[in-house]
Nanobody, 122 residues
Framework: VQLQASGGGLVQAGGSLRLSCAASGRTANDYSMGWFRQAPGNEREFVVAISWDGGRTNYADSVKGRLTISRDRAKNTVYLQMNSLKPEDTAVYYC????????????????WGQGTQVTVSS
């Protein structure tokens, strides 16, 4: 499975962005998907995950109510709608694929995309 993340950019606090993660590979739709982020000097942290069928989601407390994950199985794409962005959301965002039903830990993911930079100015 190969993952290609896109959609990052520079936005003012309170603004919105939508990240996309396009998956390729014959079995891409069989994987649960997640988004992680990593700010300079910090460890990679879990943001949100969605099950293979989209029926289950899991959000980090810091993003609940502001970020929404979804997936379009016909397009093999996962989206992260980011609203009410804060400067502390600034990071490189990575999408990842897991063989687990749903996963929140870095070591539970089998494939990673290359990351897309999100910068939120105050």
């Amino acid at each position: 499975v190969q993952l290609q993340a896109s959609g990052g950019g520079l936005v003012q606090a309170g603004g919105s962005l939508r990240l996309s993660c396009a998956a390729s590979g014959r079995t891409a739709n069989d994987y649960s998907m997640g988004w992680f982020r990593q700010a300079p000097g910090n460890e990679r942290e879990f943001v949100v995950a969605i099950s293979w069928d989209g029926g289950r989601t899991n959000y980090a407390d810091s993003v609940k109510g502001r970020l929404t994950i979804s997936r379009d199985r016909a397009k093999n794409t996962v989206y992260l709608q980011m609203n009410s962005l804060k400067p502390e959301d600034t990071a490189v965002y990575y999408c990842a694929a897991s063989r687990r039903l749903i996963a929140t830990a870095v070591n539970e993911y089998n494939y990673w995309g290359q990351g897309t930079q999100v910068t939120v100015s105050s």
